[in-house]
């Protein structure tokens, strides 16, 4: 009911930089926290930086100061944008909502669920 498709991935050196961008679709109301994680080979899937629907926000400490999360409500779409881009961001980033409101059939059903994307790889090299 709530579809997340990323967008924006790539090769990049380092020092470089990549947008990556979201876009959740299905008969939606509301999303509540909209947000990108990240999974390199061999480890376990990590939060990159999520955005509440207030537009407040929260980046994993390796990223500060280098990443900026940014969302459209009205769109419901989300942003990453991925500056000054290291070896160690090398991942496959996925697209996360936690909690949505939507028309499934004629009910509206609000969950707190998880809600994940399909993922996009990003790849810096050194």
């Known amino acids: 009911q709530v579809r997340l498709v990323e967008s924006g991935g790539g090769f990049v050196q380092t020092g470089g930089s990549l947008r990556l961008s979201c876009a959740a679709s299905?008969?939606?109301?509301?999303?509540?926290?909209m947000g990108w994680y990240r999974q390199a080979p061999g480890k376990q899937r990590e939060l990159v930086a999520f955005i509440t629907s207030g537009y407040v926000t929260n980046y994993a400490e390796s990223v500060k100061g280098r990443f900026t999360i940014s969302r459209d409500v009205p769109k419901n779409t989300v942003h990453l944008q991925m500056n000054s881009l290291e070896p160690e961001d090398t991942a496959v980033y996925y697209c996360?909502?936690?909690?949505?409101?939507?028309?499934?059939?004629?009910?509206?059903?609000?969950?707190?669920?998880?809600?994940w994307g399909q993922g996009t790889q990003v790849t810096v090299s050194s």
């Open positions: 996360n909502v936690k909690g949505a409101t939507y028309y499934s059939g004629d009910n509206i059903v609000a969950d707190g669920e998880n809600h």
């Open positions: 299905g008969r939606i109301l509301s999303l509540n926290d």
